[in-house]
């Protein structure tokens, strides 16, 4: 027996050599064991109740289809009721697909501007930037133009302008190619992960797209951003900058969001805090709104591909009211 012992020790350290160095080869490896570890509470943790869990504070279904009959979802493409403060799935519409998301891309826009940059930064508008269609979404800006970040995140929110998108873009990152990898790997880290994007406006590209359930993630994230709540909860801003000869220039801008133009009404009970409006060819027309019901609770609902503007707030109003509600 002893011998058997013997050799099995010697059989399972030769076992272990060979995993380690193999052949007579180190094997390195980047990958911290002990560091990766430590910072999932896994080693040295004081409790246990200190290991997070990644879906313990999302709101997560399993189905991506149900309570359609109850409104008229016939007029969007996909919808999304989430409750931030219960963690529930309220509704869903089509909350997996890939649909395109237009200029509700800029809440991840904003997201990482405020991640990487400085509000106090100045940014000079490029070329590039100020060369929009004329039937683009534009904040008016003219190439030279001299902005801090903070004045073109208004500009990018409120007025959904992608000239301001292609200009904080090149302010952080120095070009939209390289932003838009920073966007990528911001959507992958909050789990969106059948998300591409390709611009930070979401004027339309084929390979530029995202879920409902995937924007829930990100809009979910910015919102912890107090700044980001400040600027989408704005109604009209005014701005001044310096163009290219040095003069002094101001605009107003007023946010495309119905609600907070007054245009629109939120059922009894709700307080619309903000959120992003969207409309390409492809996409139909888009919103994203952050809400809060009449207990007070965060509400996140989304309105992807419906077939006018009307229909949009019409949707969006039924499905806060039928779902969002405290039952």
Known sequence: MKCINKFISIALIAILTMSFW???KKTETTYQLEATSAAYGLVNAPQEDLIRFFGDDKCITAEDNFGLNQVDSQVAGGGGVFNLSTKEVCYA???YDKMYPASTTKILTALVALEYGDLNQMITVSEYAADQDSDSSV????AGDVMSLQDLL????LRSGNDAAIAIAEGISGSV???AKLMNQKAASLGATH????????????????TIYDMYLITSEAIKNETFVNIISTATYDTSYSTVNGEAKTQTWNNTNHYLLGTSKAPEGFTVVGGKTGTTYEAGYCLVLYSKNSAGQD???IVYNADCALNLYYLMNELLYTFAEPK
């Open 22 to 24: 193999g052949c007579g």
């Open 93 to 95: 519409q089509n909350i």
């Open 139 to 142: 904040a008016n800006l003219k």
């Open 154 to 157: 208004y500009g990018l929110m």
């Open 177 to 179: 190619e390289e932003f």
């Open 195 to 210: 998300s591409h994007f390709v611009t930070p406006h979401g004027l339309h590209e084929d390979d530029h797209y995202t």
């Open 299 to 301: 509400i996140i609902s």
